[in-house]
Each structure stands twice: as structure tokens, then as C-alpha cells.
């Protein structure tokens, strides 16, 4: 049965319409799990805050650490992802992760007790670390070399509409209660996860396992270095991430309503950044579109340094959130690109860069935290700081090209 499927998928990959558009659907169901597990689960939580805290479900001391719990997950997805993967294949991975981040949503409806909640916000890191490994490694070798770039856009401009639904749908649900919007949520997952369930290409078992040659395969210096700069553009995207809202609102004296409206802004910048980056990798090749991301973005995060004029907040939050998800596709196709004929090794290094992402953005969180308090609120210091991280990531691949290029 498995072998009769496997090959009427192998027949729809011969005839080029009916590939295109499988590719087209693979995409649309890796878009709604990077919804359900990376923007829903992750970035809903924010415009949470103040109604939790306001609803006395937690102290806002206990909400940082909640908040917290999502990115530890995170991490020990990143580190799980290949296992899990190795042991019921990574389709399945997918389906259980967004199952498992819509149970979350309806679990969090009721504060059992901050333990209960830790663990379900755990979980629901947790999701959004193995989506984030398996999804494009799953899909992307249905994909021609020629589209790699947009589809790889496609699947993770689910994080942008997550960051928007934040910003636009979250409010709205607060408006019939707190517990009703944690319920709203879990129906949005449930009916992603329904719609996609079907949409995943077929896996060879070939695909869920390690093999032996990409166990000992040694990675090359540029992809070394790749994880790197991967980790150091986490650390440049904390400062918007964080604290862009609490800058504009408290730092300019604008108010929440005006900083909300900047997250929206980034919410719409990371809708169409992954398009548009995976689209420029597609055209130029993925080296020459990484450089020329880790350039734009430093001015990006760099920009309230300079001025903190309407305008120049307006082009910071969008380019930045389009980087924050747009940045994917790119390192997906550079890692594609260093390692051309291996599926595995592949996955497993792109494995490697997620959890090198986790990690540096897990530091600088707490870290930026640590700073802003030891600065008494100098906001521009983290924007610097953060600016400061890309601009070495961009250092280290002209100098990874010089030395190459002198060899």
C-alpha cells in the first residue's frame, strides 16, 4: 500500500502541472504548520500578557518566566527534532507538533496553576522547534532547485501571519474574555492542523532515519560559520522582537496604543519578508542574497540609533519584521547550496542552525533584559548591540569570501 502511494507520487512529480502544483500544496501545508506552531503559539502570547496579568491568572513577574518557557521549548524542539523524526517518521512529527500546539491553546484556557501553565507554554516551544527543523526539510526536496527560495517563503510566512494575528485578531478575541481567546486560538490550530493534514508530500523511510555517511559527514568551514552568523542574526532581531512596543510606548512616551501599532507594522513586514527574500535567493543565488540581508538589516536595526522620527520607525519595524521570518529561506537555501547531494546532512545541519538561532536568541533575551536594567532603560543600547551582532555576521562571510577567494 505504502509502495503503490509512493509511486503515484513519484508519477504526479512527472507531469509538470500536476508537480507544480503538489509543490504549491506541500508549501501551503508547511505555511500552516509555521502558523500553528512558531506564530500562533509563540508570538499570540504577547498581546496575552497585560490580560493575564490584568485577569490575576499571574503576576507580572510570573508572566516573564511564561514567556520564558516558550523559548526553552523552543530549544529542546531544535535538539529533539532529528529523534523524534528518526523514530515515527517526520510527517508524522509534524501532524503530532500541531496537534500538540493546539491542545496547548485549549489547556491554557484554565489557570490550573503556574505549573500546569509552564509546562503547556513548554509544549508549546517545543511544537514550534520541530516544525521549524522538519518542516522545510521535508518539503524542499520536492522542490525544484529553481523554486527552493519562494516555497521556502511560503512555508515560513506562517511566523508573519502569526506576528499580525498578534497584532489584529489576538484584541479582538480579548474583547469576549480571556478564556474565550485562548479557545479562539486553539480553533484557528485545530482547523490549520485539519486543513493540512492530508497536504504533506509522501516520506521515504530512507528520509526519516540518519544515515551512516551523514553521521560522519564533516561539515565545511562556510557552513560552520553559517551557523554562526545564524546564531548572530537571532541576537540582532531580540531588540524589535522585545522590546520595540515598550520603546515607542514608554521610551518615546507615545503611548500602547501608538507602540501596538509599530507590531503591526513588523507583523506585516514579516508576512511578505520570506517572499520576497526567498524570491532574491531564487534570482541571484543564496550567498549574494544572505550578504546583501545581513547589510539591509543592520541599518534596519540600527536606525532608531540614528533617528526615532515616525518614518524612520515605520521602515525599522517593517524591514526588521521582515527578517525575522525572511532570514529563513535564505540560510535554507545557503545550506542547500553548501551541501547539494545529501538530503540528510542537509536536515541535520539545518537542525544545527536552528538550535545555533535558539540558543543566541535565548541569550540575548535574557541578556538585553540584563542590560536594559543595568542602563536604567537605555533602549538605544540594545539597538546598537543588536546592530552591532549582523554587522560581525556580515564580517565573517566577506572574510570567509576573501579567504576562499585568496586559496
Given at each position: 500500500?505504502?509502495?503503490?502511494?509512493?509511486?503515484?507520487?513519484?508519477?504526479?512529480?512527472?507531469?509538470?502541472?500536476?508537480?507544480?502544483q503538489a509543490t504549491w500544496r506541500y508549501a501551503v501545508a508547511g505555511l500552516s504548520a509555521?502558523?500553528?506552531?512558531?506564530?500562533?503559539?509563540?508570538?499570540?502570547?504577547?498581546?496575552?500578557?497585560?490580560?493575564?496579568?490584568?485577569?490575576?491568572?499571574?503576576?507580572?513577574?510570573?508572566?516573564?518566566?511564561?514567556?520564558?518557557?516558550?523559548?526553552?521549548?523552543?530549544?529542546?524542539?531544535?535538539?529533539?527534532?532529528?529523534?523524534?523524526?528518526?523514530?515515527?517518521?517526520?510527517?508524522?512529527?509534524?501532524?503530532?507538533?500541531?496537534?500538540?500546539?493546539?491542545?496547548?491553546?485549549?489547556?491554557?484556557?484554565?489557570?490550573?496553576?503556574?505549573?500546569?501553565?509552564?509546562?503547556?507554554?513548554?509544549?508549546?516551544?517545543?511544537?514550534?522547534?520541530?516544525?521549524?527543523?522538519?518542516?522545510?526539510?521535508?518539503?524542499?526536496?520536492?522542490?525544484?532547485?529553481?523554486?527552493?527560495?519562494?516555497?521556502?517563503?511560503?512555508?515560513?510566512?506562517?511566523?508573519?501571519?502569526?506576528?499580525?494575528?498578534?497584532?489584529?485578531?489576538?484584541?479582538?478575541?480579548?474583547?469576549?474574555?480571556?478564556?474565550?481567546?485562548?479557545?479562539?486560538?486553539?480553533?484557528?490550530?485545530?482547523?490549520?492542523?485539519?486543513?493540512?493534514?492530508?497536504?504533506?508530500?509522501?516520506?521515504?523511510?530512507?528520509?526519516?532515519?540518519?544515515?551512516?555517511?551523514?553521521?560522519?559527514?564533516?561539515?565545511?568551514?562556510?557552513?560552520?560559520?553559517?551557523?554562526?552568523?545564524?546564531?548572530?542574526?537571532?541576537?540582532?532581531?531580540?531588540?524589535?522582537?522585545?522590546?520595540?512596543?515598550?520603546?515607542?510606548?514608554?521610551?518615546?512616551?507615545?503611548?500602547?496604543?501608538?507602540?501596538?501599532?509599530?507590531?503591526?507594522?513588523?507583523?506585516?513586514?514579516?508576512?511578505?519578508?520570506?517572499?520576497?527574500?526567498?524570491?532574491?535567493?531564487?534570482?541571484?543565488?543564496?550567498?549574494?542574497?544572505?550578504?546583501?540581508?545581513?547589510?539591509?538589516?543592520?541599518?534596519?536595526?540600527?536606525?532608531?540609533?540614528?533617528?526615532?522620527?515616525?518614518?524612520?520607525?515605520?521602515?525599522?519595524?517593517?524591514?526588521?519584521?521582515?527578517?525575522?521570518?525572511?532570514?529563513?529561506?535564505?540560510?535554507?537555501?545557503?545550506?542547500?547550496?553548501?551541501?547539494?547531494?545529501?538530503?540528510?546532512?542537509?536536515?541535520?545541519?539545518?537542525?544545527?542552525?536552528?538550535?545555533?538561532?535558539?540558543?543566541?536568541?535565548?541569550?540575548?533575551?535574557?541578556?538585553?533584559?540584563?542590560?536594559?536594567?543595568?542602563?536604567?532603560?537605555?533602549?538605544?543600547?540594545?539597538?546598537?548591540?543588536?546592530?552591532?551582532?549582523?554587522?560581525?555576521?556580515?564580517?565573517?562571510?566577506?572574510?570567509?569570501?576573501?579567504i576562499t577567494r585568496k586559496a
Open positions: 500500500m505504502t509502495h503503490t502511494k509512493q509511486n503515484m507520487e513519484t508519477r504526479l512529480h512527472q507531469q509538470p502541472g500536476s508537480a507544480s509555521s502558523l500553528v506552531g512558531l506564530g500562533l503559539a509563540r508570538f499570540s502570547y504577547t498581546p496575552l500578557i497585560p490580560a493575564l496579568i490584568a485577569a490575576k491568572w499571574f503576576s507580572a513577574s510570573d508572566v516573564v518566566y511564561l514567556g520564558a518557557a516558550n523559548l526553552a521549548g523552543y530549544l529542546a524542539g531544535a535538539l529533539t527534532a532529528r529523534a523524534v523524526a528518526a523514530r515515527i517518521g517526520a510527517v508524522r512529527a509534524l501532524r503530532a507538533m500541531m496537534l500538540l500546539a493546539t491542545l496547548s491553546f485549549f489547556a491554557s484556557a484554565t489557570p490550573v496553576s503556574f505549573t500546569w501553565f509552564f509546562v503547556w507554554r513548554f509544549f508549546s516551544g517545543v511544537t514550534g522547534g520541530i516544525i521549524m527543523v522538519l518542516a522545510a526539510s521535508v518539503i524542499l526536496p520536492h522542490t525544484s532547485a529553481a523554486r527552493r527560495g519562494i516555497v521556502g517563503g511560503v512555508i515560513f510566512a506562517g511566523v508573519g501571519l502569526g506576528v499580525a494575528a498578534s497584532g489584529t485578531l489576538v484584541p479582538l478575541l480579548l474583547q469576549q474574555g480571556l478564556q474565550q481567546s485562548w479557545y479562539g486560538l486553539g480553533v484557528l490550530s485545530a482547523l490549520l492542523t485539519l486543513a493540512s493534514w492530508w497536504n504533506w508530500p509522501a516520506e521515504a523511510k530512507a528520509d526519516a532515519a540518519p544515515s551512516h555517511q551523514a553521521r560522519h559527514h564533516h561539515a565545511s568551514p562556510a557552513a560552520r560559520a553559517l551557523l554562526v552568523q545564524y546564531g548572530l542574526n537571532a541576537v540582532a532581531l531580540v531588540p524589535h522582537m522585545v522590546f520595540i512596543v515598550d520603546f515607542v510606548a514608554r521610551g518615546l512616551g507615545q503611548g500602547i496604543a501608538a507602540g501596538s501599532r509599530y507590531w503591526v507594522l513588523y507583523g506585516l513586514g514579516a508576512i511578505v519578508g520570506p517572499l520576497v527574500t526567498g524570491h532574491l535567493g531564487d534570482r541571484s543565488g543564496f550567498g549574494p542574497a544572505l550578504r546583501a540581508a545581513f547589510l539591509i538589516e543592520a541599518a534596519a536595526v540600527l536606525l532608531p540609533t540614528v533617528s526615532t522620527a515616525p518614518l524612520s520607525l515605520i521602515v525599522s519595524s517593517v524591514v526588521v519584521g521582515g527578517f525575522t521570518p525572511g532570514i529563513v529561506p535564505l540560510v535554507l537555501g545557503r545550506i542547500h547550496e553548501l551541501v547539494p547531494h545529501s538530503t540528510e546532512q542537509q536536515r541535520a545541519t539545518w537542525s544545527h542552525a536552528t538550535t545555533s538561532f535558539a540558543l543566541f536568541q535565548a541569550a540575548a533575551a535574557y541578556g538585553f533584559s540584563w542590560i536594559y536594567a543595568q542602563t536604567g532603560g537605555d533602549y538605544l543600547v540594545l539597538f546598537g548591540l543588536g546592530g552591532g551582532a549582523v554587522i560581525v555576521a556580515l564580517a565573517i562571510d566577506l572574510g570567509l569570501a576573501l
